[in-house]
C-alpha cells in the first residue's frame, strides 16, 4: 500500500502570508525611506538658503525711497553664478576680457553702461583690447539708456557683469577668472546737486567701492595698473585759472567733490603702501552722444524741444556762469592714452616690491563757454528759442566757472582736445533726436536728421 503524499497546502499558506509580509515591510521601509529624503532634501534647501542669504545679503545702497533709486542686482548673474561656478557665465567674462591683438590688454571697465564707460569701452574693443564692464545700473538716471548701452556694447562683444562695487565676493570672482592688466575705473555716484539729498550714496560709491576696488586690486597677482575718474570739482573754490594740477584741492565746494578728493588721497595711500600703479583723470564737464540726462546740455535740449522753460544760472554778483565743456571723444582719446602710458603695479600679494607710479591729469577743452553760448547753439541746432528763465545760482556746491590747463596731460601721453562746442553740440543733438525718435524741423545745413544712433558711439 502506497504512502500518501504529504500536504503542502500549509506550507504554500505559509510562505505567501510570509511573502505579504515583506512586501508590506518593504512598503513600510520605503515610505519611511521617501520621508525620510523628502526631510533631508528639505533641511539641505534650507541650510543652502541661510547660506547665501549669509554670505550674499542684498547690496545696500544707501540711498532713501524718495529718492526712487536702487541697485538692479541680478542674482542669477552675480552670486549664484559666480559661486556655482557657472560654466556659461565664465566663458562669457573670458570671451570678454581676452585681447584680440598682440600685447593687447585686458582692461576691466567699471561703470561700463555709463555715459564715459560705454565710450571708452567701445574704443578698447575695436582697437583689440579685451574688455569686461561691471555695473548695477541703478537708476540714479533712466536705467532704460544705460540698458541700450549694454545692447550697443554687447553687439561688440563686450559682456557686461551686473553688480556692485561693494559686493568683494563677484570682484574677488572676476580676478579668479580674469588676470586683468588694468583697471578703467569710471564708476560713480555722478551729480553736484543730488549729494545735498543723498549725500551717503556719494559715500558708499565714490569712497566705499573705490576703497573695496584697490583691496581686490592689492591682492591679485599680478596687480592691475589702474586709472580712475576723479573730477574738476576737486578745484572747488580755487580761483586761479586755468586750473592746473599743481593747484591746491582742499576747499571742496560740494560733498561730491569732496568725495573725489577723497579718492585721491585714498590712491595715494593704497600706491604708497601696496605698491598699485594708480592715475587720476580730472574730467572737465563731459558731453556727448549716449550722455547723461542729468547734464544741463540734455535736459536743455529736452526742455527746448517740449517748450518748457529752462533755468540759466548766474553768479551772485550777476556774472555769466561758464563751463569747460570737453567732447566725450577727446575724453576717451586721454583715457586711453592714460591706460597706454600707465606703468605696471609694483606689488605682489599685497605687500610692496618698489615704488610705484602715481599720476593726476586734467582732461578738459581749455576753452570756457559760458551756458548762456551753450543754449544759443542749441537753439540754433533745434531751429526752436529757449524759454529762459535767468536767476542766481543757488548755493548747492556748484561753482561758477571751470577752465583747464591740460599742457601736463599733453606732454605725458600727447592728450589734445580737437573738439569745438558747436561741433559736439551738433553730434549729440543728431543722436538725441535719433535715439528718442523725434520729428522736427531743422535748420538747413545742421545735418541732424537721418543719422544712427549707433554712429557716434
Not at 515610505?31 to 526631510?39: E, G
Not at 552722444?289 to 542729468?294: F, V
Request: hydrophobic residues 35%.
Amino acid at each position: 500500500m502506497m504512502a500518501s503524499p504529504p500536504d503542502k497546502s500549509k506550507t504554500i499558506k505559509l510562505e505567501r502570508y510570509n511573502s505579504y509580509l515583506r512586501r508590506l515591510h518593504s512598503t513600510k521601509i520605503l515610505n519611511s525611506s521617501s520621508k525620510l529624503l523628502f526631510r533631508a532634501t528639505l533641511l539641505i534647501v534650507l541650510v543652502l538658503i541661510l547660506f547665501f542669504t549669509l554670505n550674499y545679503p542684498p547690496l545696500s545702497d544707501n540711498i532713501p525711497n524718495h529718492a526712487h533709486l536702487h541697485h538692479h542686482h541680478n542674482f542669477l548673474s552675480t552670486a549664484f553664478f559666480t559661486s556655482a561656478g557657472d560654466a556659461a557665465w565664465e566663458k562669457q567674462v573670458r570671451h570678454s576680457s581676452t585681447p584680440k591683438r598682440r600685447n593687447g590688454l585686458s582692461v576691466l571697465v567699471t561703470g561700463a553702461a555709463g555715459f564715459v564707460g560705454s565710450h571708452c569701452s567701445l574704443a578698447l574693443k575695436k582697437r583689440g583690447d579685451g574688455v569686461l564692464g561691471l555695473d548695477n545700473f541703478n537708476s540714479y538716471y533712466d536705467p532704460a539708456l544705460k540698458r541700450a548701452r549694454q545692447k550697443l556694447l554687447l553687439k561688440h562683444e563686450i559682456f557686461i557683469a551686473e553688480g556692485d562695487l561693494n559686493d568683494a565676493s563677484l570682484l574677488g570672482k572676476l580676478f579668479d577668472v580674469v588676470p586683468f592688466t588694468h583697471i578703467l575705473h569710471l564708476a560713480a555716484q555722478a551729480g553736484v546737486r543730488y549729494a545735498m539729498q543723498n549725500p551717503q550714496s556719494y559715500v558708499s560709491s565714490n569712497i566705499g567701492g573705490f576703497v573695496n576696488l584697490l583691496e581686490v586690486a592689492k591682492a591679485a597677482n599680478p596687480q592691475p595698473a589702474i586709472v580712475w575718474a576723479s573730477s574738476s570739482s576737486v578745484y572747488g573754490l580755487n580761483t586761479q585759472v586755468p586750473f592746473s594740477e599743481s593747484d591746491r584741492t582742499d576747499q571742496p565746494a560740494s560733498l561730491y567733490a569732496a568725495t573725489k578728493k577723497a579718492g585721491e588721497e585714498i590712491a595715494h595711500t593704497y600706491n604708497h603702501i601696496y605698491g598699485l600703479s594708480l592715475t587720476g583723470l580730472r574730467f572737465f564737464t563731459v558731453y556727448g552722444p549716449w550722455g547723461r540726462p542729468d547734464m544741463a546740455y540734455f535736459f536743455f535740449t529736452k526742455d527746448i524741444l517740449q517748450g518748457k522753460p529752462i533755468d540759466v544760472y548766474q553768479t551772485q554778483d550777476d556774472k555769466q556762469v561758464a563751463r569747460d565743456f570737453t567732447y566725450i571723444d577727446d575724453v576717451v582719446k586721454g583715457c586711453l592714452g592714460a591706460l597706454d602710458t600707465a606703468e605696471k603695479s609694483t606689488g605682489s600679494g599685497g605687500k610692496k616690491k618698489g615704488p610705484a607710479q602715481l599720476r593726476v591729469y586734467n582732461l578738459g577743452n581749455t576753452s570756457p563757454v559760458p551756458v548762456v553760448n551753450l543754449v544759443s547753439i542749441l537753439e540754433g541746432l533745434l531751429s526752436r528759442k529757449a524759454k529762459k528763465h535767468v536767476i542766481k545760482m543757488p548755493r548747492n556746491g556748484d561753482v561758477p566757472y571751470t577752465h583747464a590747463n591740460v599742457t601736463l596731460a599733453y606732454k605725458d601721453f600727447g592728450y589734445k582736445p580737437s573738439t569745438d562746442l558747436a561741433t559736439g553740440l551738433r553730434k549729440f543733438v543728431k543722436w538725441y533726436v535719433n535715439y528718442y525718435g523725434i520729428q522736427t524741423s531743422l535748420k538747413k545745413g545742421s545735418a541732424i536728421s537721418g543719422e544712427h544712433p549707433e554712429g557716434s558711439a
